[in-house]
């Protein structure tokens, strides 16, 4: 079972995306949507989830994350995600 989440998040409001990465995902998710009081996430609420993949290490998952918001990573998304 994988420990880790690599997830990108839609906004339903503007034409935002946010990637991100959590070892729980219902509760990152409530966080984003509900529970959070500052940051990017906040503004542009509500979300949906789009794309997940899973990871069985940390570093994969920050790794894959980090990729997720660089241009290449941009690139990926609006190539591979019907959604984005």
Request: hydrophobic share 30%; aromatic share 16%.
């Amino acid at each position: 079972m994988s420990e880790y989440v690599v997830y990108i998040l839609k906004s339903l409001s503007s034409d935002k995306h946010y990637a991100g990465y959590t070892s729980n995902l219902i509760t990152r998710f409530k966080s984003h949507n509900l529970l959070g009081k500052k940051g990017f996430t906040t503004r542009y609420r509500p979300w949906m989830v789009i794309h997940v993949e899973f990871y069985d290490s940390k570093k994969e998952a920050m790794n894959r994350e980090k990729f997720l918001k660089s241009g290449k990573g941009r690139e990926w998304m609006t190539k591979h995600i019907s959604n984005y």
